[in-house]
Nanobody
Framework: QVQLVESGGGLVQAGGSLRLSCAAS????????MGWFRQAPGKEREFVAS????????VYADSVTGRFTISRDNVKSTVSLQMNSLKPEDTAVYYC????????????????????WGKGTLVTVSS
């Protein structure tokens, strides 16, 4: 069993930055591909970014490429999302997810197979 707890959300002006963190329980963190997803009000959940088990590879949604950076620390069992140049359309609840069997690439295509989800953290970007 893995528990994921997100933190770092809040209110920020357009153009600002936020850093989200996700802390994972358990000793098998490095066995999971990790990803960030978001869900805006009235919209479906969407992929944001994912990272391989070794942290060597990453994938980003087109909408955040060049602005967001995902990273992980397998010693501390954390995954982070640095968000720069934030836009009002980035407003959403951001969720951390862990996938044991899939890859960081497959996470980008289909989020329904994630093994674990956090409860989310709200990011609000004002214009």
């Amino acid at each position: 069993q893995v528990q994921l707890v997100e933190s770092g959300g809040g209110l920020v002006q357009a153009g600002g930055s936020l850093r989200l963190s996700c802390a994972a329980s358990g000793r098998t963190f490095s066995s999971y591909s990790m990803g960030w997803f978001r869900q805006a009000p009235g919209k479906e959940r969407e992929f944001v970014a994912s990272i391989s088990r070794s942290a060597a590879n990453t994938v980003y949604a087109d909408s955040v490429t060049g602005r967001f950076t995902i990273s992980r620390d397998n010693v501390k069992s954390t995954v982070s999302l640095q968000m720069n140049s934030l836009k009002p359309e980035d407003t959403a609840v951001y969720y951390c997810a862990a996938d044991r069997s899939g890859s960081y690439v497959s996470m980008a295509r289909d989020y329904t197979g994630m093994d674990y989800w956090g409860k989310g953290t709200l990011v609000t970007v004002s214009s």
